[in-house]
Nanobody, 121 residues
Framework: QVQLAESGGGLVQPGGSLRLSCAAS????????MGWYRQAPGKQRELVAD???????NYAESVKGRFTISRDNAKNTVYLQMNSLKPDDTAVYYC???????????????WGQGNQVTVSS
């Protein structure tokens, strides 16, 4: 069984920074893509950033230049460094990973429990 555990959310003032972490544990053979999504009240869940197993990254236009996604494969962990935060960044942030639990099986999608990020003065 695979579990994703998130940490690092909280309350921050506009212009501040936060770093989210998400660690996968359990029976893991290989982790392919990793990503961060967010969902604000009354809105659909949206992609914030993702990163391939090779390290290629992709960002939503709204966070480009402010957020940085990275991964530590040895620790099965993905990070989201968020700088210059704005009130519009307020949302529940979810990590997501595509994980293979054995060599010759399909990868499956796993989600973290969600972590509240609130940007307010």
């Amino acid at each position: 069984q695979v579990q994703l555990a998130e940490s690092g959310g909280g309350l921050v003032q506009p212009g501040g920074s936060l770093r989210l972490s998400c660690a996968a544990s359990g029976s893991i053979f290989f982790i392919n893509g990793m990503g961060w999504y967010r969902q604000a009240p009354g809105k659909q869940r949206e992609l914030v950033a993702d990163i391939t197993s090779g390290g290629s990254t992709n960002y939503a236009e709204s966070v480009k230049g402010r957020f940085t996604i990275s991964r530590d494969n040895a620790k099965n962990t993905v990070y989201l460094q968020m700088n210059s935060l704005k009130p519009d960044d307020t949302a529940v942030y979810y990590c997501q990973m595509w994980i293979k639990i054995r060599r010759y099986v399909y990868q499956y999608e796993y989600w973290g429990q969600g972590n509240q990020v609130t940007v307010s003065s």
